[in-house]
């Protein structure tokens, strides 16, 4: 079976599994909604926040949410030995790990598309003034957060102490990501947005994407099958 | 016959590590199409990593194992498509139905024409009915019978079934002692762990017993299976 089409079948079985159960977009999409209105009682004052403190609570949303997205799409490979079951398939393994890949980023994306809105209304940040710009450095960041986090939580999928391993591993490595993301979301967030210095730094985001995405489909036939 | 096909199975001197401790010690045997193998233990002897290693699922440290003439390297993703395996864990998705599963399962694995596939399975397991039933409302019998089915799917050369009885009443262990025989019969390698030695006595044409990662022949002898496994453990 082709690369592309294993890919889709992954991704359509882990989004048919979501829409079933809908646990992991409900978990991740409250915990980002409770983090993000917990801030905004911090940092909101007069109706007005800082511009910079609405792009890291942005992008701390979404790195917990992710992780707790990461945690149980593998949690539920791991009840049932189903990552086995698919490595068995005589498909290329590093199209199990896309179609998943591409899962989790469906389901980020949807947590994404409800907490975007809400900061943009609770810490009045301009995050629509250039729609295509912010639309752009969440793909990349999600993706790039997203990669690393696919390869790590399946190689943890079978370890008794994968909940704290993976936000141990998980953090430091994405860390870039997150500062990335931040950055160019606060360069867009200014009063007067700072245009190159964010597409400077989703430039940046789609580096990080390319050598994440390039370096995990490298280690993950080795890394599953020890 | 395909290039990754194969009508053999041999392990080579194998021996597997996992950090210091040691769960296969040199094993070497080998098994022909159209046979079904026991594979005899106490827990922790090292019958699941023996398992592993032949789906290709982990490597060897030392020795090797050949699937014919070629190794797991050697065949490549095509070897693993001749592979069936039914683990301890179903394999399944609770979340899926019983068709879904099997669906799934027949795309990853290039088939053509899956309804009919997926139908045909689930017509020998007895569960068409349930279909478009989530696997979680399943009994237990229910989900070893579409797990058997699901590892057959693809007809595979090399079955490779962990403790394949636990759970099933007798009319479900009759079920699958048949579907093993037709397996057989269609000339697949079949290896078998199991503690439920009463259920593959009629089946089993060679046995061998794994004790701390070392694997010796059952000796052939008058007596049970049970029997002779006793016998041999306690000398």
Not at chain 1, 154 to 163: E, G, K, T, V, W
Not at chain 2, 146 to 160: I, K, N, V
């Amino acid at each position: 079976m082709s690369f592309l089409r294993t890919v889709a079948v992954v991704m359509r079985k882990d989004l048919v599994v979501e829409t079933r159960s809908m646990e992991v977009v409900y978990t991740s999409a409250l915990f980002a909604v409770l983090c993000v209105l917990v801030f905004a009682f911090g940092f909101v004052q007069d109706g007005r926040a800082d511009s910079a403190a609405a792009a890291a609570i942005l992008w701390i949303a979404i790195a917990f949410a992710g992780t707790l997205a990461l945690a149980r799409v593998f949690d539920r490979e791991r009840q049932n030995e189903t990552l086995r079951a698919m490595l068995l398939a005589p498909v290329p393994r590093p199209a199990l790990y896309v179609g998943k890949l591409a899962g989790v980023l469906t389901l980020l994306l949807v947590v994404e598309a409800l907490v975007v809105p809400l900061v943009a209304l609770w810490f009045q940040a301009a995050l629509f003034r250039h729609a295509a710009l912010m639309a752009g450095l969440i793909l990349a960041g999600s993706t790039g957060y997203a990669a690393v986090g696919t390869l790590f939580a399946a190689m943890l999928a079978r370890s008794r102490s994968r909940a704290s391993l993976l936000p141990l591993l998980l953090y430091p490595i994405t860390i870039p990501v997150i500062i990335a993301g931040v950055r160019g979301t606060a360069a867009l967030l200014q009063p007067d947005a700072d245009l190159p210095v964010a597409r400077a730094w989703l430039m940046m985001l789609v580096s990080f994407d390319a050598v994440f995405i390039t370096l995990s489909l490298w280690l993950f036939e080795p890394t599953m099958t020890e | 016959m395909a290039s990754a096909d194969f009508t053999s199975l041999t392990f080579r001197d194998v021996t597997r590590h996992f950090g210091r401790r040691r769960a296969l010690h040199h094993v070497t045997f080998t098994c022909e199409a159209g046979e079904i193998v026991a594979v005899l233990g106490a827990n922790g002897a090292g019958k699941s990593t023996l398992l592993s290693i032949a789906a290709t699922l982990l490597t060897p440290s030392a020795g090797s194992v050949l699937y014919g003439a070629q190794s797991a390297r050697d065949g490549g993703i095509a070897l693993r498509g001749r592979i069936g395996v039914l683990g301890h864990d179903l394999y399944l998705y609770p979340e899926l139905t019983a068709a879904e599963n099997l669906a799934f399962f027949a795309r990853l694995y290039g088939m053509a024409n899956v309804e009919a596939v997926v139908s045909a399975s689930l017509t020998r397991a007895a569960l068409l009915e349930c279909a478009g039933e989530p696997v979680s409302s399943f009994s237990r019998g229910m989900r070893q019978r579409l797990a058997l089915e699901r590892a057959l799917l693809h007809s595979p050369r090399l079955l490779l079934l962990d403790e394949p009885f636990t759970g099933l009443d007798d009319t479900a262990s009759g079920v699958l002692r048949e579907r093993l025989l037709e397996s057989k019969r269609s000339g697949a390698i079949v290896v078998v762990t199991t503690h439920d030695l009463e259920s593959i006595e009629a089946l089993v044409d060679t046995a061998f017993v794994l004790t701390a990662g070392r694997a010796e022949p059952l000796r052939a002898g008058p007596g049970s299976l049970r029997q002779r496994y006793r016998s041999h453990v306690v000398s």
